[in-house]
């Protein structure tokens, strides 16, 4: 393989959560006054930490969102998660060549590290990502599109970034991944290839990442 090390996005890559996760803050921002669908949703928060939402409700209302938002959303997304979250089809068949093949890995989330640890657990994938090589927004100054969060899992892990790929389902991600210096390889189960530009790559089925990584 020619990368050093692969850097998984967690939800939507790792995790089939985006479904979920946007549909309860549509719901709950347009429940707050602030109409948001669930397409709205996907185009303005996927892949984000969850500053960008009260950012962007600042920017277009001059409203501020309830001091315990955060609270109550993290609440209403982890108990949906415990009922509805399933790992990505294939993902674990990956990980599990990646051991074989000697490949180092980890995952850098825009969630926060209960987020990640909730839906690992959920979903069993808990016993695939230990805890030092777990990263989350939470752990940097500014999420993605920002490349700190990837330059800091590089860091962390060792690696020069030019040595990195990321795999990402989201706009702001991939953003973020060639901005850290990264080759970056789109996964549009959920979001069209147009939506990721710049991406080295794409693929479907989480079968197919390995032959790209080469």
């Not at 839906?119 to 999420?143: K, M, N, P, Q, Y």
């Not at 970056?184 to 979001?191: E, S």
């Amino acid at each position: 393989m020619r990368y050093d090390l692969v850097i998984f996005d967690n939800d939507g890559v790792l995790v089939d959560s985006e479904p979920i996760s946007n549909t309860i803050l549509s719901l709950y921002l347009t429940e707050l006054g602030h109409p948001t669908s669930y397409e709205d949703s996907l185009r303005d928060y996927m892949g984000a930490a969850i500053h960008r939402v009260h950012d962007v409700i600042g920017e277009r209302t001059g409203q501020r969102l309830p001091a315990d938002f955060d609270e109550v959303l993290h609440a209403r997304v982890f108990a949906a998660f415990e009922r509805e979250l399933e790992a990505v089809a294939g993902v674990t068949e990956l990980l599990k060549q990646l051991v074989v093949d000697g490949v180092p890995y980890c995952v850098a989330s825009s969630g926060s590290h209960e987020r990640i640890r909730v839906g690992h657990r959920t979903t069993g994938l808990d016993g695939w990502f230990r805890d030092e090589i777990i990263f989350s927004a939470e752990d940097v100054g500014r999420g993605k599109p920002a490349p700190d969060l990837f330059l800091h899992a590089a860091a962390r892990m060792g690696v020069a970034p030019e040595r990195c790929v990321v795999v990402e389902d989201s706009r702001l991600g991939v953003e973020a991944a060639l901005a850290a210096g990264m080759d970056v390889y789109g996964f549009t189960a959920m979001t069209p290839e147009e939506r990721l530009v710049g991406a080295n790559g794409f693929f479907g089925d989480m079968r197919d990442l390995l032959p790209l990584l080469g």
